[in-house]
């Protein structure tokens, strides 16, 4: 290969020029497929060859988890088969960070074979992409349309592509995995949204269905009373999940705020349970709707916890605004536990998903509770 000579300054700019455009053009995509898509088109007009490839290798080491051509129509990429190996000549692009150009790939002796339906390249051009010291992939050029063989001024555009080109991939995979990681975030919301706001309807369903069932014969007019909470606690779930589908608030809790909302549902445990159930609210002014909202899964989690497993007699809701935060306690008489148990949190996902809840606005969750002295749930958050 021809040592390298300095380049003309008026080509040099033409060829920034270019690099620039090709760069610009892949700037705003988000999709790694159509990021290295574009940098294979680019290469390919900037050099003029005829066929142009951009390869990343997979986490395995002996395969392409991409291999981007273009130059070959469909029908001789389905005829070629299946994508190339890191291996022969284009493996060595993953392994020595130096770019590589040959007049005829045949002749040179990592050059291995080819398909029956693939085309006979002859000059070659291969350059490495390197992202912080890592060889993240390679561009790879065949048969230069306009001359013989590819000259220094196509491998400088090419090794200052793959420059861009290296931030470039390595900006859509992070925001290929910040997407990845967003719809982990919002599957585990849908789950704890289902679990919060349809499990304790759901369970009082049950609890209502139950008592109806066994007062079949013994109090016909009971068992009116019990169908109709479960009319009511049914169409209470089905809104919820309305709600979860549109990612909205809790309904009640939209159209008549949270003071009123969690009477409403305190109105509600107390008629289905035979509960007392007491409401205090003092000071509460305007709430950010996403704080209102999940306040009021906090309580209803509590209150879930309280109809399960307390069998309390009574319970208390107190909301309280003061010096810039927001205070909700759920207090009842019930048995009570041991908070620091290790099954507790292992066997009661609602204790985990209301500290989760309060620490996403920068509060608190505290539980108080012991056996056979009732428990208390307070909950913490800053507002502005």
Do not use: C
Request: charged share 25%.
């Amino acid at each position: 290969m021809a040592a390298a000579t300095a380049p003309d300054p008026a080509l040099a700019t033409a060829a920034l020029a270019a690099v620039s455009e090709a760069v610009l053009g892949v700037a705003g995509d988000r999709s790694v497929g159509t990021v290295l898509e574009r940098l294979a088109a680019a290469a390919q007009q900037l050099v003029d060859a005829r066929y142009a490839a951009i390869g990343v290798p997979d986490d395995d080491g002996d395969g392409f988890a991409q291999f981007i051509h273009v130059g070959m129509s469909d029908e001789l990429v389905d005829a070629i088969g299946p994508l190339p190996k890191t291996h022969g000549l284009l493996g060595s692009m993953l392994l020595d960070p130096v770019p590589y150009r040959t007049d005829d790939v045949r002749a040179d002796p990592r050059f291995r074979w080819w398909p029956s339906a693939h085309p006979r390249m002859r000059s070659f051009l291969g350059v490495p992409i390197v992202f912080k010291g890592d060889i993240v992939g390679a561009f790879y050029l065949a048969d230069k349309r306009s001359g013989e063989r590819f000259t220094d001024a196509d491998e400088s555009l090419i090794r200052l592509l793959a420059a861009h080109a290296a931030i470039a991939i390595e900006n859509a995979r992070l925001y290929e995995q910040s997407r990845e990681l967003s719809i982990v975030e919002e599957r585990n919301r849908i789950a704890l949204e289902l679990h919060d706001a349809t499990a304790q309807t759901l369970f009082s369903i049950r609890l209502a269905a139950d008592t109806a069932l066994g007062l079949l014969t013994a109090d016909p007019d009971r068992v009116a009373s019990e169908l109709a909470t479960v009319r009511e606690l049914a169409g209470t779930a089905a809104t919820e999940l309305r709600s979860l589908i549109f990612a909205l608030r809790p309904p009640s809790v939209a159209a008549d705020g949270l003071v009123v909302a969690l009477g409403k549902h305190l109105d509600l445990l107390a008629r289905t349970h035979r509960i007392e159930a007491g409401l205090h609210a003092e000071g509460i002014g305007a709430l950010p709707g996403d704080v209102e909202a999940d306040l009021y899964r906090v309580a209803q989690e509590a209150l879930n916890n309280v109809v399960r497993h307390a069998a309390a007699t009574s319970v208390t809701v107190t909301l309280a605004s003061a010096d810039g935060t927001v205070t909700l306690a759920v207090a009842d008489d019930g048995v009570g536990f041991d908070p620091r148990a290790r099954s507790i949190r292992a066997h009661r996902l609602g204790l985990t998903s209301m500290a989760a809840r309060t620490a996403r606005h920068g509060g608190t969750t505290r539980i108080e509770s012991e056996v056979g002295r009732g428990t208390t749930v307070t909950a913490e958050v800053p507002v502005p």
